[in-house]
């Protein structure tokens, strides 16, 4: 099955050891992927600090069929940004973020060039949706509930899912996937 990376940006810039913990909602994401088959790899910027550009050149040669990134606001936006132009200028993968950022301004954000969806809905049944139809070959974005894309100079917007996971039905988080370490 297809390789899928997801990326937590740096939360401030400095590192603060005492600020270190588990990306919870990328490892959501990972867990209702995982389910599903696909190989997936988290990077959490706030560990790899120094090197994260080595490590994510290293990820990005097992071709992913897409890098998703996250943001709740302020430097994690900086940093999202600075990841997606180091990805834009090795090779043409797409882009999606989601969080609480692209939940609150997800026309801004997809209008940046850097990023082509933005999944502004909850991002369990989005993300799968993605998935399938990016390793497809032949997506067909507007099957895709609660995104934004762009297509053919033109944002495009599907319409939310009425679908939302039942959080005691959640597959349990693949811990195994951030670096506790």
Known sequence: MANILLVYPKQVIQKLDRDLRPALGLLHLAAVLKEK???IRIINLNIYHDNWEEILEKELQTKPIFVGITALISYMIISGLEVSSFIKKRCDI???WGGVHSRLEPLTTIENSLIDIVAYGE????IQQLAKELASGSP???NVEGIYYKKNNSIIKTELSDKYYNLDELPLLPFELADIE
């Open 37 to 39: 088959g696909y190989k």
């Open 94 to 96: 797409p882009i999606i």
């Open 123 to 126: 991002g369990e049944n989005t």
């Open 140 to 142: 067909k974005l507007e």
